[in-house]
């Protein structure tokens, strides 16, 4: 099977790196797999026209985020072209407060969570934000204060200092 | 940055830490599944039409694998295994030819130049430009009509071969989104570029999705909706009357929406004949879902999950066992071919929806995918690889 070397050296260069965009967005691998899956597929339909100012990882960050809250994947995943390992056992998160993060992440709806990942994981300003999802740069606002609001409910501050001792105490 | 949004970041980088790696050989995995699932909505497209395209057949062949995978997810019942090889079932249908035409190219039947006469396109080798070859079903001899170019840029290869007025047409796309329409004498000689149609934005180079030959001129339908002519000899593009967003079905019917346009809507529900200005919608019943129709029969599944064929009208429908099959409207009105098997497809059955007769098509299951053989478009002749031959069942010997 002939494949354009370029798009090989693309994949084999930043796939993980889509891979890890793909967990923190999704929150879970099989999703996260599924969405870098996709976005590959598209960029692989676009390669022989995407330009050479065009940047392929940018646009499939683009795929991926859109593809993640576009209301039609939820009701349909495709067959993966791999076999993800066995789930592990060990604890992703061992810290308290990035476990509860974590947690609490998986209850916020798909667009503010991705407005989430692209501010604070992929650090783009709102104006980008805006851009990537197709959303204005008011609704970049209201769903990432939104989202905030429900995390600081959900993840109530706690001490910085970490140890047995300090669980319990009031600050 | 407060104490929330530090967290957030902070977790979101551990958590990226934890994601699972990608496998090697991603690349060819991926682009398995890009080949697989441009040629499954070209086959799609061919089946429903039963006249159009060639299926981009020769970018199939070029890929070296045959045709459609059949997702092995499926938690369906399949068609049941037939009970005896398609040789024994029905001796006079089976041909077997070599796989490798002329200059040891793999190549496959694409439609009929009369009746005694297939349209054979063969595939590059790696040093060889395709070609298109008349392969006379008396003799059993093959005749070059003409080489195949493949001009620098290429992205879509030859595809939609059809044949009229002493020619043969087809199409190609170079990566500046423009097609290109080509025709050769089938009496031999140079294959030379008609017209030229700009695509747009397309995605992954299927940019004409019918393109037949009638009277001296090309009709031609484009993904994005719209039907057109254009001299065989070389011309003008024309848009065909009442063709706006329509697609070519089986000239003179032109219909809508196209067979890969709407996920979800019914192929060709409603079609038009370009010449008479007759038009037909097909026959829907609340609770069923019709994914796909030719001229005359319907396929789709009822509300209790059972596959069937049907006429547009909403008359004679038949049953189809199992619920696997997916894909084209039955050829001649009668015959389809279906992966059997149980959680996974195991083979390829021939089925007889008349006789209810069958016969394994002896096609082998890789993994969780199996090929389905092809049609050719007038959908006489199924086509498949065993081997070193290709085997050509001919429906019209089944009695």
Redesign the interface.
Known sequence: MEVDPRFAEFVAQRGDALLRYGYVLAGNPHDAADLVQEALLKLRGAWPRLRSKENPESYARTTMARLHIAAWRRRRRELLAWDLPESEHHDPLPSGDERRMWQALAGLPRKQRAVLVLRYYEQLDDAEIAAVLGISRGTVRSQASRALGKLRDAVPAEPMTRGPMTRGNVR | M????E?????????????????DL?????????RR??RRSRVVLAAAAAVLVAGGTVAVVR??DTITAV???QARTRAERPAAPVEQVWPDAVRKIPAKGPGAAPWRPVTLIDERTLLMAASSGFERAAAVYAYDLGSGTEREIAAVPEPEGT?AFASGFAVGSGHVAWWTAT?D?VAHFWAAPLDGGTARIVADQPLG?V???SGIDGLAVAGDEIVFSLNAGGVFTVPLGGGTVKPVEGGAGMHLLAWPWIGTPGARSEPGGTGFARIRNAETGETRTAVTHPGEELHQCGVTVCVGRSSDGRTFFRHRDGSSQKDVPGSGYQGRTPAQDRFYASAYGDAAPEGVGLYDLDTGRSGDLGIQAKGRSVSLPTFDTTGRFLSYLAGDELHLIDLTEIR
């Not at chain 2, 957030?8 to 496998?23: S, V």
């Open positions: 407060t104490e929330i949004e967290t957030l970041r902070r977790t979101f980088g551990e958590a990226a830490g934890q994601a699972p790696r990608l496998p991603l690349p060819e995995r991926l682009e398995r599944i890009h699932r441009r890929g070296g997702p092995a997810t992205v990566k989104s934005p995605d992954d180079g």
